[in-house]
């Protein structure tokens, strides 16, 4: 059975809205998409491809994928170890909006809640997220995700959509490792360990 | 010139409300207070004993300042932290406190940003900022900041207040990251001089 992952990029209070470019979600009237782009570093490339390197199948949130499928059929090296996932592996797009997806080994999910045990069951190692923030929202909601991977970058917003918004459920994690990248990324990866527990001293 | 540190509790959704206890900061019907408990371990200890060694200036809003003056001149330990705490200046920041009922206190009531400003000139150690949300959004305004030390627990919260609230933004350089106990992260941002700030 699969693992259900997320992975995404981070500031450091929270937000994960449009990393890459000033495009990709400006809901909200967001004005600092691309927050991630001056700390790209080698690194934190080798973090990515080790973390690409588990995947059986993705399930993406629709605005992740639409930002997916717009650059990456045009990558079309075999040898690249991002594209070649994503472009031959199953992705399942969870969507209110839209059923149907052009992108190759594109199918819909409507309930996702419903459809994510079914999905770990399919597949071997991993189902990845990535991204995503409302679809996140609705996993994170229902408990559904077995390991984060965040990628915390060294700046702070003060807007954008976070990862753990208000409707997070309180809950325990284990913190798996944690190292740094040159450019001060720091990648951390908690699983969960149940619900919280309080005490004082 | 000293520096302004920001140390600090959060969960891993950013939250600092109430870290040591439930009663410690139930407002907005908070409801996880003392989620650090279970992590405690005698690294964050030795941790936050240096720290305050290395200090010899508290800066704190009226809340923290009232429920820091209410539990620590009581307690003795071998360690001399609560020795530390109870000589060491204490600046706390407040229009409604004429003057502190804790050793060693000093009361600013307006003019914060100039006052800490003024504070940082002086000859001296690290001037520490434990808890006092409100007022770590004042110092980030005025780039009155200069680290932050941020033990990162693995707990997400739900609810709380937040460090980072929203409106400010800033870039920060990561100078240091270290496991500290088998579950807790210290990350160790300096924050990064504005645009035609000297170094000096």
């Known amino acids: 059975m699969a693992e259900?992952?997320?992975?995404?990029?981070?500031?450091?209070?929270g937000v994960m809205q449009a990393p890459g470019g000033p495009t990709e979600d400006p809901g909200g009237g967001f004005p600092h998409g691309g927050w991630l782009v001056p700390h790209f570093d080698a690194d934190m490339g080798t973090a990515m491809i080790e973390i690409f390197s588990k995947v059986d199948?993705?399930?993406?949130?629709?605005?992740?994928?639409?930002?997916?499928?717009?650059?990456?059929?045009?990558?079309?090296?075999?040898?690249?170890?991002?594209?070649?996932?994503?472009?031959?592996?199953?992705?399942?797009?969870?969507?209110?909006?839209?059923?149907?997806?052009?992108?190759s080994g594109s199918s819909h999910i409507r309930d996702v809640v419903k459809e994510v045990p079914d999905l770990k069951q399919r597949f071997a190692r991993e189902v990845q997220v990535h991204g995503s923030c409302g679809l996140a929202q609705t996993l994170i909601e229902n408990d559904l995700i077995d390991e984060y991977r965040l990628l915390t970058f060294p700046v702070i917003l003060g807007t954008g959509k976070r990862l753990f918004g208000a409707g997070a459920v309180p809950?325990?994690?284990?913190?798996?490792?944690?190292?740094?990248?040159g450019s001060g990324v720091v990648v951390s990866v908690y699983r969960r360990a149940g619900s919280l527990k309080t005490g004082s001293y | 010139m000293r520096n302004v540190v920001v140390t600090m509790?959060?969960?891993l959704d950013g939250v600092m409300?109430?870290?040591?206890?439930?009663?410690?900061?139930?407002?907005?019907?908070f409801k996880h207070g003392g989620w650090t408990g279970p992590y405690w371990n005698d690294e964050i200890g030795k941790f936050k004993l240096d720290e305050v060694l290395a200090s010899d200036a508290l800066l704190l809003e009226r809340k923290t300042y009232q429920g820091f003056a209410k539990a620590w001149p009581s307690v003795k330990d071998e360690d001399g932290f609560a020795d530390k705490m109870n000589s060491m200046p204490k600046f706390v920041v407040s229009t409604t406190l004429e003057e502190g009922?804790?050793?060693?206190?000093?009361?600013?009531?307006?003019?914060?940003?100039e006052e800490v400003a003024k504070l940082k000139q002086q000859p001296g150690q690290d001037i520490l900022l434990y808890g006092s949300g409100i007022l770590v959004q004042?110092?980030?305004q005025h780039d009155l900041i200069n680290e932050y030390r941020l033990l990162v627990y693995p707990v997400v919260l739900g609810s709380g207040k937040r460090l980072f609230t929203d409106g400010n933004n800033a870039t920060l350089k990561l100078v240091e990251t270290k496991p500290i106990g088998s579950d807790v992260v210290l990350l160790t941002y300096q924050t990064t001089p504005k645009i035609g700030e000297?170094?000096?």
């Open chain 1, 4 to 13: 259900l992952t997320l992975t995404t990029f981070l500031t450091l209070d």
């Open chain 1, 57 to 103: 199948a993705f399930l993406l949130g629709r605005t992740t994928y639409d930002i997916f499928s717009a650059y990456w059929p045009k990558v079309t090296d075999p040898g690249d170890p991002i594209a070649s996932k994503l472009n031959s592996l199953p992705k399942f797009v969870a969507s209110r909006t839209r059923t149907t997806f052009s992108w």
């Open chain 1, 171 to 181: 809950a325990s994690l284990t913190l798996v490792r944690s190292h740094t990248t």
């Open chain 2, 9 to 11: 509790f959060v969960s």
């Open chain 2, 17 to 29: 409300q109430a870290p040591g206890g439930p009663d410690e900061d139930t407002e907005g019907g």
């Open chain 2, 101 to 113: 009922e804790w050793n060693n206190s000093r009361v600013i009531k307006d003019n914060i940003a």
């Open chain 2, 138 to 140: 004042t110092l980030i």
């Open chain 2, 198 to 200: 000297s170094h000096g």
